[in-house]
């Protein structure tokens, strides 16, 4: 009888001690993204003196990107002028006051850009085009984005001043970045050496 409740007593601090002991906790599962992200932007400005309204929404995802706007269609024409600069030596067709640029590779639609009136639309299938093409119509909606925002309605000619200086910032600053590399190599070589 005393080794039955010994055994009792063993096995009842055994479970009770089990019972209390957490367990090792399960890490949440991640979702499931298979390597896409995604990312939206969406703006929109107006003016109450002039009355020019406008709206910008760009979705930049893994497999493509698109850039669509509304604006007053007095910002067309720099807005044309923005694209044709861009675009240059894409194929563009003319249809009323619609104008489309567009690359098909293998019958699917690489790139696509429609302008209208007073909206715009850009697409890139980011699975068939290049990192390079990808960049640089990305450039073009931050551009366009900037241009379409604002409320004056000034030239294109100045945009490509504004757009000139902000080049040369960045020569600038590439080449402090080159010059802050060398130094760097050199510094490594040194110490190599020793």
């Known amino acids: 009888m005393k080794l039955f409740k010994s055994t009792f007593a063993f096995l009842f601090i055994t479970l009770t001690?089990?019972?209390?002991?957490?367990?090792?906790?399960?890490p949440p599962t991640p979702p499931n993204t298979n390597g896409s992200s995604h990312t939206e932007v969406v703006s929109s400005s107006s003016s109450s003196s002039s009355r020019i309204s406008s709206s910008t929404s760009v979705s930049d995802a893994n497999?493509?990107?698109?850039?669509?706007?509304?604006?007053?269609?007095?910002?067309?024409?720099?807005?044309?002028?923005?694209?044709?600069?861009?675009?240059?030596?894409?194929?563009?067709?003319?249809?009323?006051?619609k104008l489309e640029w567009e690359i098909l590779q293998g019958g699917d639609v690489l790139f696509e850009c429609t302008l209208n009136k007073n909206r715009l639309s850009i697409f890139?299938?980011?699975?068939?085009?290049?990192?390079?093409f990808n960049r640089r119509i990305k450039r073009l909606g931050e551009d366009l984005q900037e241009y379409i925002s604002e409320h004056k309605r000034h030239t294109f000619?100045?945009?490509?001043?504004?757009?000139?200086?902000?080049a040369e910032e960045r020569l600038e600053r590439a080449k402090r970045e080159l010059e802050n590399s060398i130094k760097n190599l050199e510094e490594v070589k040194r110490d190599n050496e020793r």
């Open 124 to 132: 890139v299938d980011k699975e068939l085009s290049t990192g390079k």
């Open 17 to 26: 001690a089990c019972a209390q002991t957490p367990g090792i906790p399960t």
């Open 63 to 97: 497999s493509s990107y698109k850039f669509r706007a509304k604006f007053h269609s007095s910002k067309r024409k720099g807005i044309e002028n923005i694209l044709t600069e861009a675009l240059d030596g894409i194929q563009l067709r003319k249809r009323n006051r």
């Open 157 to 166: 000619a100045s945009r490509r001043g504004n757009s000139v200086s902000r």
